[in-house]
């Protein structure tokens, strides 16, 4: 007899169907170098394991040990288009401003600050894990901050001098403001400390360094 995935219970082997639950059954010979990913639902699996096959339905992994490789986040890629978008946003929410279009900038500040609320869930990730990228990679990454960070200074310095008739033009409230401007502090303090760069004296520190080797504050 053999069990079903879905159910657990006791079928006929070589059942393609559960009759119990219409769980697919898979057809896996013994030989097949195959592999599956389960992920967790965070109640009765909370994580994500890989099942081997047992030598019936698959075959048994080697005793010479297996290797495996995963990345966490989306990648470099996403990450400098998140980044490029977010310089988009930014200069168009500015020149908006500029120009007059209060409305138009208040959409372009609420934009930014999904953007920048994605990008700070990726960078948390990258320093909880210690994720170390490829140095090409990295020096990549690294320019497209650099070039971002005034913009979102400027943002901040905008959202502190806004007041209560330009936030009414621009149909936004002084509660989004304070999140915009907590946001993209918070976005520059980790991209900052991703980078290695102290955020009391801009001194540049290696990146896994936890205080700054001038000043000693903390990183």
């Known amino acids: 007899m053999a069990n079903c995935d879905g159910c657990g219970a006791d079928i006929e082997p070589h059942t393609s169907e559960c009759p119990y639950c219409g769980h697919t059954i898979s057809t896996t010979k013994s030989d097949d170098k195959t592999f599956g990913v389960v992920r967790g639902d965070g109640d009765t699996t909370p994580a994500t394991h890989v099942r081997f096959g047992d030598g019936d339905i698959g075959r048994r992994p080697s005793s010479s040990g297996i290797r495996a490789s995963y ?80 913009q979102v200074q400027s943002l901040i310095e905008i959202c502190e001098r806004l007041d209560s008739k330009t936030m009414k033009r621009m149909k ?33 520190n290696p990146s896994k360094k936890r205080t700054c080797q001038r000043c000693g504050a903390p990183m």
Do not use: W
């Not at 002084?174 to 502090?185: D, F, P, W, Y």
């Open 172 to 204: 936004i409230s002084q509660t989004e403001i304070r999140r915009i401007h907590s946001t993209a502090k918070q976005f520059l303090e980790l991209s900052s400390r991703r980078a290695g760069i102290c955020s009391t004296c801009g001194a540049k």
């Open 71 to 150: 990345r966490s986040g989306e990648g470099i890629v996403s990450t400098v288009k998140k980044i490029e978008h977010l310089d988009q946003t930014l200069t168009r929410g500015q020149d908006s401003l500029e120009r007059g279009k209060e409305k138009d900038a208040g959409v372009k500040m609420v934009e930014a600050f999904a953007t920048l609320s994605d990008l700070i869930s990726t960078y948390q990730k990258m320093i909880s894990q210690e994720a170390h990228l490829s140095t090409k990679d990295n020096e990549r990454l690294s320019a497209k901050e650099e070039r971002i960070r005034p």
